[in-house]
Nanobody, 122 residues
Framework: QVTLVESGGGLVQAGGSLRLSCIYS??????IGWFRQAPGKDREFVIA????????YFADSIKGRFTISRDNVKNTVYLQMNSLKPEDTAVYYC?????????????????WGQGTQVTVSS
């Protein structure tokens, strides 16, 4: 069984930064992806990282602003979000894919966290 616990969400002004954390336990190796869902919209891919951190995937909307890293000793993945925009407002979900290589499709992930709210004010 896999458990995921996200944290770090909150309210920030446009242009500000937040760092989300995802603490995982259970299946290894695996890859981690972050997705987000805004009210009335479908869940969308944000960023992902492979098991060894060697491969990363980015949505076009966040390139140059968001980065992802992981510490497999601490069982934690970090999503650093800089230059935040109001359109980044959403619930952010950490997800596990039971393969070491990450993917951008939501259906490729097997386990989901409970989500953490990020709100960016203008």
């Amino acid at each position: 069984q896999v458990t995921l616990v996200e944290s770090g969400g909150g309210l920030v002004q446009a242009g500000g930064s937040l760092r989300l954390s995802c603490i995982y336990s259970g299946r290894t190796p695996h890859s981690i992806g972050w997705f987000r869902q805004a009210p009335g919209k479908d869940r969308e891919f944000v960023i992902a990282i492979s098991w060894n951190g060697g491969s990363k995937y980015f949505a076009d909307s966040i390139k140059g602003r968001f980065t992802i890293s992981r510490d497999n000793v601490k069982n934690t993945v970090y999503l650093q979000m800089n230059s935040l925009k109001p359109e980044d407002t959403a619930v952010y979900y950490c997800n596990v894919r039971s393969l070491s290589i990450a993917h951008t499709k939501v259906t490729s992930y097997d386990f989901w966290g409970q989500g953490t709210q990020v709100t960016v004010s203008s």
